[in-house]
């Protein structure tokens, strides 16, 4: 019988070749190999940019070699201190740490300068007064040849001087651009002199006001990778029309020079992006949302940030799991959603303390309870912690005259399989008794406060009770969840949902705010639950991110916010315990 041998994606397959040839050194040497990942700090890292990062920090490591950070800053009207923060802190949650220092692309802006007036020199660059709408114009379309600016032609030695006056400030914005004078008939558009840099006057959050003049991504994107060392530059799909252009610009650069001083040529290799139902990956909405107010920030929960996600209590082992899963193809697809959702589920259910919770409370009255004149009595009863982790053990939790139980748990008039509480039905409480209703009050406005039940004291621990003379034992078919009312806490819980209500919102419209789902967002004051959460317990387990994540019994998956106090504890809902969407599709 042969082994199974390991199915290589297509980009392993390529380093692999890379390294066997020697392409970037020694035949064999596996740590020459070089990944980076380079964000721009224009907001808040996505759920889509984790499986950019996960193969290029997993390439880097699986072959020991370096994993760079870069941040592409190179629009300071956008760019905040902030979310440089926020994206190095989303890389370390994730578990992908770079080597080295953080690289930034205006550590190369001097260099940059003077490769691009080394181009202007060789003819291959020019300054260009027209209008952005012209410059649009000039560009084309498909199919047909773009025309010349009549700025084309200009001197080297005017387009030198301009530039220079460009970047000592002394232009407007919009008044001014230096372009590549590469090919205005070439059927890539990329191809058709792009503009590699435009005057923006305003200060960089590093470099402050010494720099007036910004490279174009286009422009700076190659040559960053060739400066670190960056040997497999991994990016997605809508990369591979500019790859050319990369490799133009480095061309360009080392036209003339010996091979000593020629400039290292990256390998560029892409690979499809990854789309997931029922959201949106374009930053751009991200940030209408946030500042529409549409969501309460970067990392509400609602948002498919990292941020958001880690808020929400995703954990970044359910992400890695959810994204490998996905795979390195060259195909687009979209993923479901409850993929994810299964990924973070499978994770929890193994990791989280079970706990109960009361979300939508009213009172059980135990009527028998005191009947031996001990009805204030408490009595504490085991509660395994977590039945997927034998080394969990168990927690104590009292139980009373009086509980709190499910508004749902509880109908006047039941259908048939109606498993819970009802007159004359009688269920198990979880780690407690067995109940039967007798009777029940409600207010003036037909609303049901409290359910009175009898317990049957041969049931401690919620187990059967003993056979009757005839050998037959009683039986329940439900059971339900509670809180001893004399001993417990109030919290407010924010029960999440998808922020929008389609799988491909803006589809029919065109406006993604067209399908946001209204009922995102339930918050829900007055929660009773366990005071076991009022402080972390021995049993619960140490996450690294410091996030307290549980599973409330029979409702679904729990993290503490951010906005808990001492006073007023906040939970999140992370998920339900099934996919609610896939009953409703």
Same mark, same amino acid.
């Given at each position: 019988? %042969?082994?199974?041998?390991?199915?290589?994606?297509?980009?392993?397959?390529?380093?692999?070749?890379?390294?066997?040839?020697?392409?970037?050194?020694?035949?064999?040497?596996?740590?020459?190999?070089?990944?980076?990942?380079?964000?721009?700090?224009?907001?808040?890292?996505?759920?889509?940019?984790?499986?950019?990062?996960?193969?290029?920090?997993?390439?880097?490591?699986?072959?020991?070699?370096?994993?760079?950070?870069?941040?592409?800053?190179?629009?300071?009207?956008?760019?905040?201190?902030?979310?440089?923060?926020?994206?190095?802190?989303?890389?370390?949650?994730?578990? %992908?740490?770079?080597?080295?220092?953080?690289?930034?692309?205006?550590?190369?802006?001097?260099?940059?300068?003077?490769?691009?007036?080394?181009?202007?020199?060789?003819?291959?660059?020019?300054?260009?007064?027209?209008?952005?709408?012209?410059?649009?114009?000039?560009?084309?379309?498909?199919?047909?040849?773009? %025309?010349?600016?009549?700025?084309?032609?200009?001197?080297?030695?005017?387009?030198?001087?301009?530039?220079?006056?460009?970047?000592?400030?002394?232009?407007?914005?919009?008044?001014?651009?230096?372009?590549?004078?590469?090919?205005?008939?070439?059927?890539?558009?990329?191809?058709?002199?792009?503009?590699?840099?435009?005057?923006?006057?305003?200060?960089?959050?590093?470099?402050?006001?010494?720099?007036?003049?910004?490279?174009?991504?286009?422009?700076?994107?190659?040559?960053?990778?060739?400066?670190?060392?960056?040997?497999?530059?991994?990016?997605?799909?809508?990369?591979?029309?500019?790859?050319?252009?990369?490799?133009?610009?480095?061309?360009?650069?080392?036209?003339?020079?010996?091979?000593?001083?020629?400039?290292?040529?990256?390998?560029?290799?892409?690979?499809?992006?990854?789309?997931?139902?029922?959201?949106?990956?374009?930053?751009?909405?991200?940030?209408?949302?946030?500042?529409?107010?549409?969501?309460?920030?970067?990392?509400?929960?609602?948002?498919?940030?990292?941020?958001?996600?880690?808020?929400?209590?995703?954990?970044?082992?359910?992400?890695?799991?959810?994204?490998?899963?996905?795979?390195?193809?060259?195909?687009?697809?979209?993923?479901?959603?409850?993929?994810?959702?299964?990924?973070?589920?499978?994770?929890?259910?193994?990791?989280?303390?079970?706990?109960?919770?009361?979300?939508?409370?009213?009172?059980?009255?135990?009527?028998?309870?005191?009947?031996?004149?001990?009805?204030?009595?408490?009595?504490?009863?085991?509660?395994?912690?977590?039945?997927?982790?034998?080394?969990?053990?168990?927690?104590?939790?009292?139980?009373?005259?009086?509980?709190?139980?499910?508004?749902?748990?509880?109908?006047?008039?039941?259908?048939?399989?109606?498993?819970?509480?009802?007159?004359?039905?009688?269920?198990?409480?979880?780690?407690?008794?067995?109940?039967?209703?007798?009777?029940?009050?409600?207010?003036?406005?037909?609303?049901? %406060?409290?359910?009175?039940?009898?317990?049957?004291?041969?049931?401690?621990?919620?187990?059967?009770?003993?056979?009757?003379?005839?050998?037959?034992?009683?039986?329940?078919?439900? +059971?339900?969840?509670?809180?001893?009312?004399?001993?417990?806490?109030?919290?407010?819980?924010?029960?999440?949902?998808?922020?929008?209500? +389609?799988?491909?919102?803006?589809?029919?419209?065109?406006?993604?705010?067209?399908?946001?789902?209204?009922?995102?967002?339930?918050?829900?004051?007055?929660?009773?639950?366990?005071?076991?959460?009022?402080?972390? +317990?021995?049993?619960?387990?140490?996450?690294?991110?410091?996030?307290?994540?549980?599973?409330?019994?029979?409702?679904?998956?729990?993290?503490?916010?951010?906005?808990?106090?001492?006073?007023?504890?906040?939970?999140?809902?992370?998920?339900?315990?099934?996919?609610?969407?896939?009953?409703?599709?």
């Amino acid at each position: 019988m %042969t082994e199974a041998v390991e199915q290589r994606h297509f980009i392993q397959q390529i380093i692999d070749a890379d390294i066997e040839s020697g392409k970037w050194g020694a035949p064999g040497d596996q740590s020459v190999i070089t990944t980076r990942f380079p964000p721009e700090p224009n907001g808040y890292l996505h759920i889509g940019h984790a499986k950019a990062i996960f193969i290029s920090h997993g390439m880097a490591r699986e072959f020991g070699g370096k994993f760079n950070l870069r941040f592409d800053d190179t629009n300071p009207a956008k760019e905040e201190v902030e979310f440089v923060e926020s994206i190095k802190h989303d890389l370390e949650w994730l578990g %992908t740490n770079w080597d080295g220092e953080v690289c930034f692309a205006s550590d190369y802006f001097g260099q940059m300068y003077d490769w691009a007036v080394e181009l202007i020199n060789k003819g291959l660059a020019y300054v260009d007064e027209s209008t952005p709408e012209q410059i649009r114009e000039m560009r084309g379309k498909v199919g047909a040849a773009g %025309t010349d600016s009549p700025f084309r032609d200009r001197p080297a030695s005017e387009s030198v001087d301009l530039f220079a006056q460009m970047k000592a400030g002394e232009i407007e914005n919009g008044k001014m651009v230096l372009r590549a004078k590469i090919d205005m008939a070439s059927t890539n558009l990329n191809m058709r002199d792009p503009v590699m840099y435009r005057v923006v006057n305003t200060p960089h959050h590093r470099t402050g006001d010494e720099w007036h003049i910004y490279p174009m991504y286009d422009w700076a994107h190659g040559l960053e990778d060739s400066i670190e060392g960056v040997t497999n530059s991994l990016c997605s799909l809508e990369f591979q029309d500019h790859r050319p252009l990369y490799d133009w610009f480095i061309d360009a650069i080392n036209k003339g020079k010996s091979e000593d001083d020629a400039i290292r040529h990256p390998q560029q290799t892409e690979f499809s992006r990854l789309s997931i139902s029922y959201t949106n990956m374009s930053k751009r909405y991200m940030r209408q949302l946030v500042e529409e107010n549409h969501v309460d920030g970067w990392d509400d929960p609602r948002m498919i940030t990292l941020a958001s996600f880690r808020r929400r209590g995703y954990t970044p082992e359910s992400i890695k799991e959810f994204v490998v899963g996905v795979g390195v193809t060259k195909f687009n697809a979209m993923m479901d959603f409850g993929r994810l959702e299964g990924a973070l589920r499978d994770d929890l259910n193994k990791r989280t303390p079970r706990r109960m919770a009361v979300l939508d409370p009213i009172k059980l009255v135990i009527t028998n309870w005191g009947e031996h004149g001990d009805e204030d009595r408490v009595e504490m009863m085991d509660a395994i912690n977590n039945p997927e982790d034998e080394n969990a053990g168990t927690r104590e939790i009292p139980i009373g005259k009086e509980l709190w139980i499910e508004r749902a748990d509880f109908m006047i008039d039941p259908p048939k399989k109606f498993f819970r509480l009802g007159i004359d039905r009688e269920v198990r409480l979880r780690c407690g008794y067995w109940v039967k209703c007798h009777d029940f009050k409600e207010d003036a406005e037909g609303n049901v %406060t409290e359910v009175h039940c009898t317990y049957d004291p041969n049931t401690r621990g919620g187990n059967n009770p003993p056979a009757d003379e005839e050998g037959k034992v009683r039986k329940v078919k439900g +059971t339900i969840h509670w809180v001893c009312a004399s001993d417990c806490i109030d919290a407010e819980i924010r029960l999440f949902d998808r922020l929008y209500k +389609t799988e491909k919102p803006g589809k029919e419209t065109g406006d993604h705010l067209d399908d946001l789902n209204n009922d995102s967002l339930e918050i829900r004051t007055g929660c009773k639950l366990e005071r076991t959460f009022a402080s972390v +317990t021995p049993d619960e387990p140490v996450w690294p991110d410091g996030v307290r994540r549980f599973q409330f019994e029979r409702t679904g998956y729990f993290c503490v916010d951010k906005d808990s106090t001492d006073g007023k504890m906040v939970f999140n809902r992370t998920a339900t315990l099934r996919d609610s969407w896939a009953k409703k599709r």
